[in-house]
Each structure stands twice: as C-alpha cells, then as structure tokens.
Antibody, heavy 118, light 111 residues
C-alpha cells in the first residue's frame, strides 16, 4: 500500500539545524508532490511547505520562508525537510504527506518528533 | 493568513448526527473547492476523510459527508460511533502566501 516512512526522533539545541527524511513507497514518486506539516504539543496542524517531486518547485508558508528548505531525491524516493536556527518554539511532531498540489494530504507519514532544548 | 475557524468541541450520543463547521474567507473556502477534512486519534497521524469538499476516499465510511456554502465548509458524521471520537481538522487551498491553511481543530466526543 502507499506508504510514507519518516526518520526517527531528534533532539537539538537552540540555534542548530535539523533534517528530517520521508521515504515513499508503492506509488510513482514523481507523480505527486509532498507537503510538510507540523504539530506542536497539544496544538493544531500547521502547513509548512510543498515540493513538486517532478519539477523540484517549492512553495513555503510565509512564516517558514528562508528558514526551511525542501529537497527531493528521486533515486531513493525520499523527500527531505531541513529547518535552521531552531528555537524551543519549533518543538513539534513533523509530518510529511503526499499532496498532488491542492492540499489533499494522503497518506501521512508516521511523524517525527523534533525536540529543541538546551 | 489566519487559521480557518472551527468550534473547539462538538459532542453527540451514539447513533446521532453531528456537524462540524469550518469558516474561512473569500481567499480560501469561498474561492476554491479544495476543502479537505482529517481525523486524528491521540498519538496518531491524521487521516484524510473528505477531499474536494464532498468526496470520500476509498475505505472511508459513508457516514462521513462534506459540503460547502459560501465561505463555510461542513463535515457531517451520521450514526455516530465510539470510534469517531477524535480531533477533526479542515483544510483549504488559499490564494494567500500560505498556499494551504488548516482549521483550528474540533474535538468530537461521543457521550
């Protein structure tokens, strides 16, 4: 079945960077984009950005522009989300989700907890 | 871009029907038919329940239905069951610099 598998939990210090991976399987990787969405503890969902796997084009939510970079490796069907200059406010579960381009997120990865603490 | 507005909580008894509203603006729900709904159980990843306002993915119960009027979308759960107790989020494509926006989330409680 279509599946997205994310990398494991991370603990980072303030000011550091983190790179989370999302490996796709059981579908034609280049036919869909991937969105990244985060959820702070006890909070709602926040859309971060989208990458077209086919073209490499990206859209970022304004609040993440310049601090988040999405990339893709078609040889391994993997998408990456890198976030720089981490603060405690970035502590959250980060999800990837398949997104054909207009926000239909399905399926989702299992989530990656990123904890930012000194 | 502010989040779409949902009620914080909705409750109902088993077998009843409930409706969750999702209010946006003319920049998102009012313009696009790209409204989707997600169910999230505690500690789990969200699951797509409705897409493009009213379409159900394969495998989702027909007890779930979606609609839209103006700047407001709605999710209706008919024949409420204990397993429906979860958080529900709406989402829409948007013309703003956010591109995609989520609702504030609604906790559904089965009494």
């Amino acid at each position: 079945q279509v599946q997205l598998v994310q990398s494991g939990a991370e603990v980072k210090k303030p000011g550091a960077s983190v790179k989370v991976s999302c490996k796709a399987s059981s579908y034609t990787f280049t036919n869909y984009g991937i969105s990244w969405i985060r959820q702070a503890p006890g909070q709602g969902l926040e859309w971060m950005g989208w990458i077209s796997v086919y073209t490499g084009n990206t859209d970022y939510a304004q609040q993440f522009q310049g601090r988040v970079t999405l990339t893709t490796d078609t040889s391994t069907s993997t998408t990456y989300m890198e976030m720089r200059s981490l603060t405690s406010n970035d502590t959250a579960v980060y999800y990837c989700a398949r997104d054909p381009g207009k926000g239909r997120f399905a399926p989702w990865g299992q989530g990656t907890l990123v904890t930012v603490s000194s | 871009q502010s989040a779409l507005t949902q009620p914080a909580s909705v409750s109902g008894s088993p077998g009843q029907s409930i409706t969750i509203s999702c209010t946006g603006t003319s920049s998102d729900i009012g313009t696009y038919n790209y409204v989707s709904w997600y169910q999230q159980h505690p500690g789990k990843a969200p699951k797509l329940m409705i897409y493009d306002v009213s379409n159900r993915p394969s495998g989702v119960s027909n007890r779930f239905s979606g609609s839209k009027s103006g700047n407001t979308a709605s999710l209706t759960i008919s024949g409420l069951q204990a397993e429906d107790e979860a958080d529900y989020y709406c989402s829409s494509y948007t013309t703003s610099s956010t591109f995609r926006v989520f609702g504030t989330g609604t906790k559904v409680t089965v009494l």
